[in-house]
């Protein structure tokens, strides 16, 4: 079982900058193998993904978030980042992190509040 806690929400002014990390603990498993994500849901709409990397490091991300958001990852400590930079009021939600090491074994954060204020 592989449990993942989001940090580093928060309240920001449009065109600020935050940081989210999530870290991942357990047993008998190989985080580098792991697959994680970033998605994120605002109030009234479904949950959206916000940017993946894969166990080679290459990335995908939304149109939305292209240019601005950056996600990363470091093995050593089991942890996924997501670096949003030039925030909107539309990235307001609870971004929610996601690992998975295969189709049977996937897992989620509890998530954690981003509000961008105008």
């Known amino acids: 079982q592989v449990q993942l806690v989001e940090s580093g929400g928060g309240l920001v002014q449009a065109g600020g900058s935050l940081r989210l990390s999530c870290a991942a603990s357990?047993?008998?498993?190989?985080?580098?193998?792991?697959?994680l994500g970033w998605y994120r849901q605002a109030p009234g709409k479904q949950r959206e993904l916000v940017a993946l990397?894969?166990?080679?490091?290459?990335?995908n991300y939304a149109d939305a978030v292209k240019g601005r958001f950056t996600i990363s990852r470091d093995n050593a400590k089991k942890t996924v980042y997501l670096q949003m930079n030039s925030l909107k009021p539309d990235d307001t939600g609870v971004y929610s992190c996601?690992?998975?090491?295969?189709?049977?074994?996937?897992?989620w954060g509890q998530g954690t509040q981003v509000t961008v204020s105008s």
């Open positions: 996601y690992g998975r090491l295969s189709l049977d074994h996937s897992y």
């Open positions: 357990g047993t008998f498993f190989t985080f580098s193998n792991m697959g």
């Open positions: 990397i894969f166990s080679d490091s290459s990335t």
